[in-house]
């Protein structure tokens, strides 16, 4: 397949736009090197900001193809043949480069700028190695400098990214060669082309940043910048401050912006998906009271924990999972940057909550699958097909790239699952384009059972990867920049399907790269409060193309991008909306008609009638009655018989005004149709075990032996002890000036120096005592009267010692300490009264009806055999789990067990002593030899549990004991054969 490029409308407006805004060629220049051969000619107003030019248009418009063509089209017109164009990444340096030097680029420019060719030369890091003991210049460099404007066919193209622009490699002049036959710096070798700089992502390049400095360094007589957004820059002090979007000639020459952009079709719609959590999951949520380069302070209902660099946020709660740590620089070790009075909530970070994400992703993307494959199935002459990929975010790239990684593993049984379902549902369909996507199943089906390094449906490509040396990953990820045709194609040169079309990425991904039939976008993680949502969806808004390589139009085939995240962004489609409908050129007015606004009318109108004019739009709305003399909204009109205000009026009678908002059904957020589910409880196996719930509706108090004595104990023997104090040193390098040779001037020299014994200061004493309470609930007073003693005996009075370091240290031996003290050092007293638990009420004694069907699981089991012993109605079985879970519901189990079945969450709350509760995973009632029944309560865990998951254990383990004169029996699980084991054992007994 080959993608046809075609002039579009809006990228022939851009192009006029820029040559129109050109400052043209400088043709009186009686510079001595104006007509040098290696050189640009100059330009008028050159090296001034009054010859810059923005150019403004919306991820996934064309903004490659514009400027490309625009290079051919300033050689063509005024002899201009030396281009750098700047870019802020290595990924979107090979985005562009395969732009460029693509077959179906060439072929569409040449149709227009015969016999005229790019020369692309592409700067790498390694370009600059050393080789046989020289320092020479990287050839591309050689090649972009020297050629020579006597070559009139030849473009000279050199593309950077930006770090390597501004590295030592470009400025050191210390080269075994020269440029020009005496040059002996890049940069100046550079600037003597008098290049025209093309800069892609401008955001990424604020003027008082280092990275734009390095593009000034080269001199350029004009840039050109091509974006979607640019950056910003603040003005004035105070209450007049404000701050705008930074534009060379104060707005783009060219202005397409995201309101038009998907008002006009321009780009695929968005649906918005996320899976819901209970009430109970949603509300336990823990703020970021504050954060710091060293720790975060987390909070939630008055209680404080502070964590530092290293620390895991399953110490905080188990529902953290995922090895998350916080990794310091204000930033957890999933790279989620933290900001004070973010929210946490632990209920999106479980991997049965991230298995669900991966789960519909595969499913959303399997139904646009069919429909762009089976397009006009009915029809004799079937439409093309479409290819669709489907694009995964991702935080961890171990759980992708590790041979038994969680996430390749949960993603490659899942999608094993649902295309094993697809073909046993094909086979039985019998049109000729069903037969095809039959056996493309079956090609799928095949790859995967091939194993890691050779199948061919999933890839990933991460920052990591390059040089990893590794053939299978080189192929990933040259698939994946590269190959752009061949991830559009069906089938292969022989006429072998093409089965990749799942691909994995870090972010790396998140500007300058995007594939047309991206139609999925899936973020397993946030990614953080402050990056640009339409950044986030732009690597799949681009419309998709079809199997010959044709663009595919909005009118004739409607495509929308499916984005599924997480339910900690589920205002992500607001705030899509309120970016993109900020994004205009007139802001509405909604009190007074203001002169923009008018000329936005008139503009449109004069499309219509060429004598409108806006004397004639005053008139009109004046004879309407809807504005004062001072153009103001009148507040209630009545026009025949309905009452509007008056600026209601004015949207109404010029619909015109309404392109500059986001219409609607352009981004939609779609609610999961399980939200609201529930599942009936079987009453009649919940009877056989109500004597067991009225056990579990007492409440319990925890009564720890010698809490104040151990306690106090504990304070002076961690307080107390010295050896936890420590001072910081700092890292420091040593800075020296120097005397130049000539004596002339000085030099600065920078070097790793041998510190002197210098300490940081610690923090003031009520901070650190207040930090411990916090983090430990040891009174204030206790903490005062240990730390002052240690402070002034042992430490000298040195405050430097109360330091971060030793705030850590005395907050995690507290935690070592209070478990191994308190962990088995406490009772269950049933106390005289009774309370609900979720299932069960006390005073009607009475379970209810049904419930919430995520709190038993948030995956769906429809093929589940039908058990009358099970507590719930089915289909379909719940469950969070594979291993082994699912496995413990599917189990034919003999019949001495009467009663089984998942519990809910909260359905027994057994109390923590570390506050809050617990309920184990699964309940059975077994029938025994002897006719007796006995209950025996399961709690399943992975092999290597969490010091959290261990304390449950504990926690659970000690209250049930407490009820073994009830019959009932705890076990703690890691495999389904150990549960089945101890039944066998009961029912022997």
Do not use: C
């Amino acid at each position: 397949m080959k993608i046809l490029l075609e002039e579009l409308p809006h990228q022939e407006d851009s192009l006029k736009a820029i040559m129109d805004s050109f400052t043209g060629i400088d043709n009186k220049s009686d510079n001595s090197v104006a007509n040098d051969e290696y050189a640009n000619p100059f330009i008028r107003e050159s090296y001034k900001e009054v010859s810059n030019i923005d150019v403004k248009m919306e991820t996934g418009t064309g903004k490659t193809y514009v400027y490309t063509r625009l290079m051919y089209e300033m050689h063509l017109q005024y002899g201009i043949f030396k281009f750098v164009i700047v870019v802020p990444s290595p990924a979107i340096k090979e985005g562009t480069k395969s732009f460029i030097q693509s077959a179906y680029a060439k072929q569409h420019f040449a149709q227009f700028y015969e016999n005229t060719k790019i020369e692309l030369n592409v700067i790498n890091a390694g370009d600059f190695k050393s080789k046989s003991g020289r320092k020479n210049f990287p050839a591309q460099l050689l090649d972009f400098v020297e050629g020579s404007r006597q070559n009139s066919n030849t473009i000279q193209v050199l593309l950077i990214n930006a770090g390597m622009l501004n590295s030592s490699s470009m400025k050191n002049s210390d080269y075994d060669q020269t440029l020009f036959g005496g040059v002996t710096n890049p940069i100046e070798g550079i600037q003597n082309t008098r290049p025209i700089v093309i800069i892609d992502e401008p955001h990424r390049f604020p003027r008082d940043k280092a990275n734009y400095k390095a593009i000034e360094a080269i001199k350029p007589q004009m840039i050109v910048r091509f974006g979607a957004t640019f950056p910003e820059v603040t003005i004035g002090k105070g209450k007049n401050k404000i701050t705008k979007k930074d534009y060379f000639r104060q707005k783009p020459q060219y202005d397409l912006n995201s309101i038009e952009s998907f008002n006009n079709g321009l780009v695929k719609g968005i649906d918005i998906y996320y899976p819901n959590l209970t009430e109970e999951q949603a509300q336990n949520r823990y703020v970021v009271d504050s954060v710091s380069a060293k720790e975060i302070v987390l909070k939630q209902n008055g209680k404080s924990w502070i964590l530092g660099v290293g620390d895991n946020l399953a110490e905080v709660d188990s529902g953290f999972e995922g090895d998350i740590e916080y990794a310091g620089s204000k930033m957890l070790s999933n790279e989620l940057e933290l900001e004070k009075g973010m929210s946490l909530i632990p209920g999106t970070y479980r991997s049965s909550y991230q298995e669900l994400i991966v789960k519909d992703t595969i499913d959303k993307h399997f139904e646009i699958e069919q429909a762009n494959f089976l397009r006009n199935n009915q029809r004799e002459n079937n439409s093309p097909r479409i290819k669709t990929l489907s694009l995964f975010f991702i935080d961890n790239i171990n759980s992708y790239r590790q041979k038994d990684g969680w996430l390749k593993d949960t993603f490659e049984r899942l999608l094993k699952e649902k295309i094993a379902r697809l073909v046993a549902e094909y086979e039985f369909k019998r049109l000729p384009r069903e037969q095809e996507y039959l056996q493309f199943l079956r090609a799928t089906q095949e790859s995967l059972s091939l194993g890691n390094d050779k199948q061919n449906v999933h890839a990933g490509y991460f920052g990591e990867d390059r040089g990893s040396g590794d053939e299978a990953i080189q192929s990933q990820v040259d698939d994946i920049l590269k190959n752009k045709e061949k991830l559009l194609s069906f089938k292969d040169e022989n006429g072998n399907w093409q089965t990749r079309r799942f691909l994995f990425s870090k972010w790396t991904l998140r500007e300058g790269w995007d594939n047309p039939n991206v139609f999925v976008i899936a973020k397993l993680r946030t990614s953080g409060s402050e990056n640009s949502k339409i950044q986030e969806v732009g690597r799949g808004l681009r419309l998709p193309v079809d199997e010959t390589g044709q663009r595919i139009q909005q009118d004739e085939w409607p495509s929308r991008l499916s984005f599924l995240i997480g339910y900690d962004e589920k205002d992500f489609a607001q705030k899509l909306v309120g970016e993109i409908n900020s994004d205009v050129k007139v802001q509405l007015n909604e009190e007074k008609l203001t002169e923009e606004m008018i000329q936005l009318i008139v503009k449109e109108r004069l499309k219509l009638d060429p004598e409108f004019t806006d004397e004639k739009l005053l008139e009109d709305l004046d004879e309407l009655g809807i504005i004062t003399r001072k153009n103001e909204f009148k507040k209630a009109i009545e026009i025949k018989g309905v009452q509007k205000n008056g600026f209601e009026w004015l949207v109404e009678f010029y619909p015109e005004l309404n392109t500059n908002r986001l219409r609607e059904g352009k981004v939609v957020e779609q609610r999961k149709p399980t939200d609201k589910i529930r599942i009936k409880l079987r009453k009649e196996n919940w009877e056989k075990v109500k004597e067991l719930w009225r056990q579990f509706s007492n409440r319990y108090m925890l009564e720890f032996d010698r809490i104040p004595e151990t306690v106090h104990f504990m304070t002076e023997q961690i307080i107390g002890n010295p050896d936890l104090f420590e001072r910081e040193i700092p890292i420091q390098m040593k800075k020296s000036l120097y005397a130049s040779q000539d004596k002339k001037s000085v030099i600065l020299k920078e070097q790793e120096a041998e510190y002197e014994r210098v300490y940081l200061p610690g923090m003031a004493y009520g901070k650190f005592v207040k930090s411990i309470n916090l983090a430990t609930g040891i009174s204030v007073k206790d903490i005062h009267s240990n730390l002052f003693k240690v402070l002034k005996s042992e430490l000298k009075g040195d405050a430097r010692y109360l330091s971060d370091v030793s705030l850590q240290n005395i907050i995690r031996e507290f935690k070592k300490r209070f478990d191994e003290v308190f962990a088995q050092s406490y009772e269950y007293k049933k106390l005289e009264f009774r309370a609900r638990t979720s299932i069960f009420n006390p005073e009607t004694d009475n379970f209810i009806d049904d419930i919430n069907a995520e709190v038993i699981g948030v995956n769906i089991d429809q093929h589940a055999h039908e058990d009358n012993r099970y507590l719930y109605e089915l289909p379909p079985m719940r469950y969070d789990s594979v291993t082994p879970e699912r496995e413990l519901l599917r189990h034919r189990y003999n019949d001495k067990v009467t009663v089984f079945g998942k519990l809910p969450r909260r359905a027994i709350q057994v109390p923590k002593y570390t506050g809050g509760s617990t309920t184990p995973d699964f309940i059975y009632m077994i029938e025994k030899e002897d006719e007796t029944s006995v209950y025996l309560l399961v709690e399943t865990k992975a092999e290597n549990m969490r010091l959290e998951d261990k304390r449950i254990i504990d926690i659970q383990k000690k209250f049930f004991d407490s009820l073994k004169e009830d019959h009932v029996e705890f076990e703690e699980v890691t495999s389904a054969q150990q549960v089945y084991s101890t039944i066998r054992k009961l029912t022997e007994d």
